[in-house]
């Protein structure tokens, strides 16, 4: 991973590669996101969420997308969902 993180989620992508999201590293809550391409064996930067957040859960739905979902952050528990559209 190009962000060292931990407390973060990893989803199976229809695709065959794998989004990981958010988490806790370097003393931070994490925004951003990667991608893991198994075929390449190497993770990519993508978009960041729109809120930080660890202890999160991440659902992929039928449609493709991902759906993340509450969490913790430096100013409490998280009470909102994005749609990661991966």
């Known amino acids: 991973m190009a962000t060292a993180r931990n407390w973060h989620t990893a989803t199976l992508l229809n695709s065959g590669q794998a ?15 990667e991608i893991y391409d198994p075929s390449m ?5 993508t978009a960041s969420m729109a809120t ?3 202890y999160h859960t991440a659902t992929l739905l039928n449609s493709g997308k991902v759906l993340v979902t509450g969490g913790q952050a430096s100013s409490g528990y998280v009470a909102s969902s994005e749609i990661y559209y991966a």
């Open 19 to 33: 989004l990981g999201t958010g988490g806790y590293g370097s003393s931070v809550y994490l925004a951003s996101s």
């Open 41 to 45: 064996g190497q993770w990519n930067t």
């Open 52 to 54: 930080t957040r660890a």
